[in-house]
């Protein structure tokens, strides 16, 4: 009678562990920490910069224009708005970590010079929200990042990273297998 009571009272612990620790789980991905708070339907522009190339993509009578930095006028439209949607859907992925609140410099992170710059620009916002992107960290797992408008350094996950250099890499050659930039 012991030992049965003891079974009963280690499936009671068991169970009530399991249920405690999804409890947990479910709190921490509500916890997890955006970039930017936004609505992807009021997104009008976009603005990506790798090294000294830049693209801009804007919305016109509900299509996505491509302009690179290089031309007065947009030189494409996108017809395929999942490019657009993956561009966006980045900012899901959320904060990894803060580095640091305040650092003196920049450099140590690769955010003096960052590797990427991604920026949107809102719907009735005369200003674009711009997150920074800089080198990987030493595991290579994950790279750091800023806002432009907040002091803290970011750990975000490498996907950021590699996702934005996908897709910028389609948008800068076009069908024709040349470059909208004017960069080879």
């Known amino acids: 009678m012991n030992l049965k009571r003891t079974l009963i009272f280690a499936v009671i612990l068991v169970v009530a562990g399991m249920f405690i620790y999804q409890l ?24 990506m910069a790798k090294g000294q190339q830049t693209i801009t993509l804007k919305k ?21 708005e999942k490019i657009i949607r993956n561009l966006l859907s980045v900012f899901d992925y959320g904060i990894l970590d803060v580095i640091h609140e ?11 010079s960052p590797a990427f710059e991604f920026s949107i620009r809102i719907k ?3 200003s674009f929200k711009t997150i920074l992107i800089g080198n990987n960290n030493p595991v290579q797992n994950s790279c750091y990042a800023k806002v432009r408008t907040s002091s803290r350094v ?12 996908s897709i910028f890499d389609r948008l800068h050659v076009n069908a024709n297998g040349k470059s909208i930039t004017g960069k080879p």
Do not use: C, M
């Open 124 to 126: 009735g916002d005369s």
């Open 154 to 165: 970011l750990l975000l996950g490498i996907l950021y990273k590699t996702d934005l250099d």
């Open 102 to 112: 305040n650092p003196t410099t920049l450099a140590d992170f690769g955010l003096d």
């Open 24 to 47: 947990k789980g479910r709190e921490r991905a509500q916890r997890t920490e955006k970039i930017f708070l936004f609505d992807p339907q009021k997104v009008e522009e976009i603005r």
């Open 60 to 80: 016109e009578d509900k299509e996505w224009k491509v302009w690179p930095s290089t031309k007065t006028e947009a030189i494409k439209t996108l017809h395929d």
